[in-house]
């Protein structure tokens, strides 16, 4: 599946969501999910994550990946604690060893003449990578079509530069996606970063097109005469994806939000920006400093979103008796949440417009008010942030440790010009210092620890 560029209205999509009836429920368990971007997946350990609680372990071998369930069959301890050995997946805890389609292929306190039980093996499910992008099907691995994955076809087109991020939110999905289909927040929420409030304004918006694998939409300023449309996709289950086009100028942008349900209360975003001009400051750019500015801008929406959150899920009530949506804000926000209704009774729990669903038990999402946690985590979760952040650990410690010598030096030399030289070299050694603690805590305001 690519998710095709729109055509004019009076043109047919080249990517038919399907036929509009919506005769069956949504089967979320067949679909394919992006975990994590290639780049920031660690190629000598085991990676573990959940969906929807399920929790799931990927681990490579020479250039294959291989996705398990994350639960040894011997006494349910989680494999991703373990060790790679050989290709083979080690449980920390009586070290059974698993093999690329899970089954068990050693057992060190199996007697000689044992055979291996058959109830030791465990599921595998199928892991492919595109666009740089790993996605696992949690489903039937012999359903998988690796054309259903939603990619992006300009990214496979000469001329278009990207930028990739991977964050984990104390939120429930719905929320994110409903924020990321709302354009109408950006010039007030994010007032002198990529907003202005004196640009906020009513929007014309318009379904074009909706069924049980999502919807499509548009949006322009009804300010400006002549207004550029920008297209908004939802692709369930979890692709919100907007773009727009310049034809005279032959340019082109667009943002994709993968979003990965964790669990109840905590998803990820995979975000990805792209473009075909003015693509060299993307070229050039550290990825770790894009996203020190990103960061901020988030922060900005998830404090948002954690308080929206709360309330919602402290009041008990539906969407539709706590929200008071306009159509020239909140339409397609409010289309994802009505699809909910229509299409998502099978998925595992959603708060859809009217409806919703929670598991047995359930704790209820919980704004994040506990003093030093982050909004979000991110740098242990990024191979570029987490680099860099210890290198500026080592470069802040090196540095104080190289301006006390200067400092000794400039007290017990003798020659003036010796003297005023160490404490230039000093002073500027403690300046780099210090630059490196400022980015060193603006890593440590999202990490885990």
């Known amino acids: 599946m690519t998710v095709a560029p729109h055509q004019p209205d009076s043109a047919q999509s080249t990517y038919p969501l399907s036929e509009p009836e919506f005769e069956s429920e949504f089967n979320w368990i067949n679909c394919w999910y992006p975990v994590c971007f290639r780049q920031d997946f660690p190629k000598d350990r085991p990676y573990s994550f959940s969906l929807y609680d399920e929790p799931f372990v990927i681990f490579q071998h020479q250039e294959e990946l291989i996705c398990l369930t994350d639960r040894c069959p011997h006494r349910a301890a989680k494999l991703s604690d373990g060790q790679l050995i050989d290709g083979k997946l080690e449980c920390l805890y009586h070290g059974w060893q698993f093999g690329r389609q899970g089954q068990c292929l050693h057992i060190p306190q199996l007697p000689a003449d044992g055979k291996i039980p058959v109830n030791a093996n465990v599921r595998s499910h199928k892991v492919v990578e595109r666009q740089g992008l790993i996605w696992i099907l949690p489903g039937a691995a012999e359903l998988a079509d690796e054309q259903a994955i939603p990619t992006i076809p300009q990214l496979d087109q000469p001329g278009f530069v990207h930028s990739d991020k991977l964050t984990e939110v104390p939120c429930d999905i719905s929320y994110v996606l409903e924020h990321m289909l709302d354009p109408a927040h950006i010039h007030i929420t994010h007032h002198g970063n990529q907003g202005d ?77 792209y473009r075909n001009f003015v693509t060299q400051p993307v070229k050039l750019m550290p990825r770790w400093w894009t996203h020190l500015k990103q960061n901020k801008i988030l922060a900005q929406d998830i404090a948002i979103l954690l308080g929206q959150q709360h309330e919602v899920e402290r009041l008990g009530q539906s969407v539709h008796q706590v929200y008071s949506p306009i159509p020239t804000c909140d339409t397609f926000a409010m289309e994802y949440r009505k699809w909910l209704d229509r299409v998502g009774a099978s998925l595992p729990y959603y708060r859809g417009y009217l409806t919703s669903k929670d598991r047995e038990n359930e704790p209820e999402g919980q704004l994040n008010t506990m003093s030093g946690q982050p909004l979000f985590w991110h740098t242990e979760l990024c191979h570029s942030c987490n680099r860099a952040y210890q290198i500026t650990q080592r470069v802040e410690q090196l540095g104080v440790g190289v301006a006390i010598v200067f400092a000794a030096l400039a007290i017990l030399a003798d020659d003036s010009g010796l003297q005023i030289g160490a404490v230039l070299l000093a002073v500027a050694v403690v300046i780099v210092a210090v630059v490196a603690n400022k980015i060193k805590h603006r890593f440590k305001a999202y990490s885990v620890g």
């Not at 979003?259 to 209360?265: A, E, M, Q, R, W």
């Open 197 to 273: 409030r004196a640009k906020a304004q009513p929007l014309e918006m318009e379904i074009l097109e909706s069924s049980v694998n999502g919807f499509r939409g548009q949006s322009r300023n009804t300010r400006e005469p002549n207004s550029t449309w920008i297209k908004f996709d939802f692709i369930a289950p979890s692709l919100a994806h907007f773009c727009f086009s310049i034809p005279d100028k032959d340019w082109f942008f667009g943002q994709a939000f993968y979003l990965f349900p964790l669990s109840k209360g905590r998803c990820r975003i995979l975000s990805r920006t």
